[in-house]
């Protein structure tokens, strides 16, 4: 599959864990990578350039950390102009139907803080319905985010790697084809240790 990855990070020169998965991005041949904030530092997103980068890939992953329990701005910006009433959606709107919607999310907290007992009071999969249900609306397949939780501590302690690996490993078995799309689809998030089960 052609596999398109946007990264959103206003800090990205700044964020190990993003620099990291840049370079593992970079690992892969075939990949098409995109950073939305270096490409579009005035927000003014090229509507036409967009969708045709979507129109010839097979598989969409937006790159980000978790702010304020959602998305960087300027993917909101994104959706709003690119994903237009009869080109995502609506009448006549099936030019994204089949395609693979998912992203991979670094966020600050451990695992434990998310959920009806953490601090954050929701399942991380919870706070990304959003991204979803805009996928769902789309006609296209959503897999489950790749995530890296407690992404500072882990930075800290020199942990970067296996997620690093991970996400190299996520971008091949999606360029490939190797993804089992049922058993991943039944995940909640996918972390570097589940791939195992996941790659066909």
Not at 31 to 53: H, K, S
Not at 74 to 102: M, P
Request: aromatic share 12%; net charge negative.
């Amino acid at each position: 599959m052609k596999v398109l990855v946007y990264q959103a990070h206003p800090g990205a020169p700044h964020s190990e864990a993003n620099k990291a998965m840049n370079v593992a991005t970079d690992a892969v041949e075939g990949i098409e990578f995109v950073d939305l904030y270096a490409t579009y530092p005035r927000f003014d997103i090229d509507v036409e350039v967009e969708q045709a980068r979507l129109l010839r890939s097979d598989a969409i992953l937006f790159q980000y950390p978790l702010f304020w329990y959602s998305t960087p701005s300027i993917i909101k910006e994104w959706q709003d102009l690119v994903l237009e009433h009869g080109f995502a959606y609506g009448s006549g709107g099936d030019k994204l139907r089949g395609k693979i919607w998912s992203m991979g999310i670094t966020c600050g907290a451990p695992e434990e803080a998310y959920g009806a007992e953490g601090y954050n009071g929701f399942a991380l999969r919870t706070l990304l319905t959003p991204m979803e249900q805009t996928a769902r609306l789309c006609n296209m397949t959503f897999l489950p985010p790749y995530v890296l939780y407690g992404a500072l501590a882990k930075r800290e302690a020199h942990g970067l790697s296996p997620h690093a690996e991970g996400w190299r490993r996520w971008l091949i078995a999606l360029r490939d084809d190797q993804v089992d799309l049922v058993k991943a689809g039944a995940c909640d998030v996918i972390q570097a240790d589940d791939l195992n089960e996941v790659i066909g």
